[in-house]
């Protein structure tokens, strides 16, 4: 490796930038986040750590608005996603000034796209260390949309997808589950996907729904147990289902 890792802008011989790399797997050993489309309802969940005892949980938000119709989850570093949600949210509601529209989907996430590969080619600095999941409504399409970044600047828009610890796990879940759904089948879809790493159930869970009429709404803990329940005993009754001797004709 012969110190190309030490200066951000210097590609090694065989054409990697290590740093930017080294980024990719800090968002790797972050939170899980998975983010689900439906048709009229866009899903995001993150996985929570245990919080301590005497703090106060509504301090430590994953899941955030940058406007009224677009919201975001990230994986990685969360000092660095404060800022990068900050100057996000600053850009939304200077478009809104000088235009006089709120910013499409598209737009907000080429922006913070933008930002992320900016500081991954300028000297004296260092990647942002987080992938984000950013989910909307458009205001002229009133459709929902899904995009993800990574530390590298690159975006792309998804159906589902997962990003952070054991996203690939997920990402695999959600290929082979994934199907056209609206309202509390899309929620479901995405617990489902994230219970599948998540261990002790609901409580380690964040999830939050956006609509076109009523934005973005955090579930409180009682819904998700109810979810996870009601997924739990559809399992259950699944394995039940198998392994029932066949009736006779």
């Known amino acids: ?6 200066a951000i ?3 090694s011989p065989d054409g990697h930038l290590f740093q930017v790399e080294y980024a990719l797997e800090a968002v790797r050993k972050g939170n899980a986040a998975v983010g689900v489309r ?4 866009v899903v995001l969940g993150v996985e929570k750590k245990s919080a301590a005892k005497l703090q106060d949980t ?4 994953k899941i955030v608005n940058l ?3 677009i919201a975001l989850a990230c994986a990685g ?3 660095d996603a404060r800022v990068l949600i900050n100057r996000a949210r600053i850009e939304c509601q200077s478009h809104r000034l000088t235009v006089e529209d709120p910013v499409t989907v598209e737009y907000i996430t080429r922006y913070i796209a933008g930002l ?3 500081y991954t080619q300028s000297g004296g600095v260092r990647p942002f260390g987080l992938s984000t999941l950013i989910v909307g409504f458009d205001p002229y399409t009133s459709a929902p949309s899904l995009y993800q970044t990574d530390p590298s600047g690159t975006f792309s828009a998804w159906k589902a997808n997962a990003t952070g610890r054991n996203s690939n796990s997920i990402r695999e879940f959600l290929e082979k589950n994934y199907k056209e759904t609206s309202g509390q089948e899309t929620i479901k879809l995405a617990i489902r996907a994230l219970l599948e790493v998540v261990e002790s159930g609901g409580k380690n869970i964040e999830v939050a729904v956006m609509t076109k009429e009523h934005g973005l709404r955090q579930l409180d803990e009682a819904e998700i147990d109810t979810i ?3 997924i739990e005993a559809e399992k259950e009754a699944a394995e039940a289902a198998k392994k029932a001797p066949p009736k006779d004709k």
């Open 1 to 6: 490796m012969a110190r190309y890792d030490r």
């Open 9 to 11: 802008t210097v590609f």
């Open 38 to 41: 439906g048709t009229d309802i």
């Open 58 to 61: 509504r301090s430590v938000r």
């Open 67 to 69: 406007d009224d119709h």
């Open 77 to 79: 570093l969360k000092a």
């Open 116 to 118: 992320q590969q900016k």
């Open 228 to 230: 996870a329940a009601e």
